[in-house]
């Protein structure tokens, strides 16, 4: 594809971009055939009540996806109103944020969901707080300095990866300031999704899907006002979008009652100020490289070496406390 004329290309990727997804299909399918003939997938037996009660929570949870895939569609709308090549920057701004929630946060979260999944099923509430509460400690540790990291590092990491040919240095200071106000929404996408995690548990998927729905009215809202009323740029878009993650996270923290998220106050400090002071030693050193790898890596390297070394002990060493010994065990 890398000789190709970009048209021709572009097809081809696409091609085997949906080769992937037929592939994938097919080992799904091979996986389920062991416990599922393939005769049993025509038979009347599939469509029981077991099957149609999983068809309506399955329903209740696309429309929760579908909400969000619609916010995506009028963000792509509104930031071609707000500028000619606002929805390059939104995109090019996405995948970095994608790929940081997918990495860290939803990799964080999907490790203890079924573990607390099961324990709420099972009736130990007590013990699936514990749970839910050691979750979003090591939540808050990862995602609110990726939050600093994306804010300080993002414009060379875009600079990296997309800085060459036709992306000019204005396009990539636009896509770093729409990735950092992107970066505003980690946690609070991230803490949603275990929430989010408990109602399920409890048979209630009305509830979140709602406050997606809610949310989409929002973010709807704020762009209208930020584009047509003030008159804002694509950085504004990106901004409502986190604006309306946590309201999300708001309205489920609300609904989920009676489970702690179980950081204090002088803990939650902490891990600014470390954050903090981290971005400050990353800083240093960010205008002392002209290669682009080094301008990315030497500051990247930093901000990770210096909040390693302020929260080594509790990164670590917090696996021999209640909850995490009871996750261990779990598995």
């Known amino acids: 594809l890398r000789h190709q004329e970009i048209h021709g290309a572009m097809i081809g990727l696409a091609k085997w971009v949906l080769c992937g997804f037929v592939i994938q299909w097919g080992i799904t399918a091979c996986q389920l055939q062991r416990s599922l003939s393939w005769k049993g997938w025509f038979s009347r037996k599939l469509f029981h009540v077991g099957v149609k009660q999983l068809a309506k929570a399955f329903s209740l949870g696309a429309l929760g996806v579908g909400a969000m895939q619609i916010n995506t569609f009028f963000d792509a709308i509104f930031s071609r109103c707000a500028h000619t090549s606002g929805p390059v920057y939104l995109w090019y701004a996405n995948r970095f944020q994608q790929l940081a929630l997918a990495i860290f946060g939803i990799a964080a979260v999907s490790t203890l969901v079924p573990i607390l999944s099961r324990t709420i099923k099972q009736g130990e509430i007590e013990r ?44 990539t200071k636009q896509t770093a300031w729409c990735l950092s106000a992107y970066s505003l929404g980690l946690v609070p996408a991230t803490l949603v999704m275990y929430f989010a995690a408990i109602l399920y548990a409890k048979g209630n998927f009305r509830t979140a899907s709602i406050f997606s729905v809610i949310t989409v009215g929002i973010n709807l809202g704020l762009n209208s006002l930020f584009v047509f009323g003030i008159g804002l740029g694509p950085i504004s878009i990106a901004l409502a979008t986190s604006i309306g993650a946590w309201c999300n996270f708001i309205g489920l923290h609300r609904a989920v009652k009676g489970w702690n998220m179980g950081i204090k106050g002088k803990e939650l400090m902490r891990i600014l100020f470390g954050s903090g002071g981290a971005s400050m030693a990353a800083l240093l050193i960010q205008g002392q490289f002209s290669h682009k790898v080094l301008a990315f890596a030497a500051p990247g390297t930093v901000f990770v070496g210096v909040y390693a070394l302020l929260f080594w002990k509790r990164l670590f060493d917090d696996r021999s406390a209640e909850a995490g010994i009871t996750i261990i065990e779990d598995h």
């Open 128 to 171: 699936g707080k514990e749970i839910f509460s050691f979750g979003c400690r090591r939540v808050m540790m990862l995602m609110i300095p990726m939050t600093f990291a994306i804010c300080i590092l993002g414009f060379s990491a875009i600079n990296l990866v997309f800085g060459r040919g036709n992306f000019s240095l204005y396009a």
